[in-house]
């Protein structure tokens, strides 16, 4: 029977070369444990929110008003819609076509920006501030919190447009796509969460 090696000229047997395990990238590790941490943080921020809830007898709190709704919901579907043009750009750039991606990110952006800035003029409409009672304090740090998420979520893509713009991203070298990408979806997914617990949820409990 032969055997499936070869042996070399003194009579040793080579070593063969493993195959190559395509894996995930070191960066792309370390958003990931980022990631994990900020969620336990927005999950104990909703436990709370409902813990809060379950304990008072009426809610929101002081006759304070309910959430704004229809805009907000509208903006909702923008954010989350964002991650669309992600995935478009992330599939680009596995085949190299680098004009796309740069449109993909440009619109991406954009719905964030749009988002963004709805919250923050949301805010100043709000009647009420985060130290009147524990609804205000719990919603506008939740909110809030998310807010800087959107606004790092911009200046990371910006930045790795400024990459893809200099030539530096190609379909070979696209980490900083992907590690935005992660990241951003995460964004997209926590405000899910924060949109039907904090935005919906009182309207349907009236």
């Known amino acids: 029977m032969m055997s499936d090696s070869t042996s070399t ?3 040793t047997l080579p070593v063969r070369a493993l195959p190559r395990v395509q894996g995930y990238s070191t960066a792309w590790w370390g958003v990931a444990t980022v990631i994990a941490t900020e969620a336990m943080i927005f999950i104990g921020l909703l436990a709370t929110y409902f813990f809060l809830r379950a304990a008072s007898k009426e809610w929101p709190l002081g006759g304070i008003e309910l959430p704004e709704l229809t805009q907000t919901s ?7 819609g964002s991650s669309i043009p992600v995935i478009w750009g992330e599939r680009a ?11 993909a990110l440009a619109l991406a952006w954009v719905m964030g ?18 130290r009147d009672n524990a609804y205000g304090s719990i919603f506008y740090v939740t909110i809030g919190l998310h807010g800087l998420h ?10 790795v447009q400024l990459k ?14 992907d590690v935005f990408a992660l990241y951003w ?18 309207h349907l409990g009236k």
């Open 113 to 130: 920006a749009a988002f963004l800035y709805h919250t923050i003029e949301d805010f100043r409409s709000l009647h009420f501030g985060w």
């Open 185 to 202: 979806h995460f964004v997209d997914a926590v405000w899910v969460f924060v949109f039907l617990s904090l935005i919906l949820s009182p």
């Open 9 to 11: 000229m003194d009579g």
């Open 150 to 159: 959107v606004l790092a979520g911009l200046l990371i893509s910006a930045v």
């Open 74 to 80: 509208i903006y909702s579907v923008v954010l989350i």
């Open 164 to 177: 893809v713009w200099l030539g530096r991203v190609s379909g070979e070298r696209h980490v900083s796509v």
């Open 93 to 103: 750039i596995e085949r190299n076509d680098v004009t796309t991606l740069k449109l």
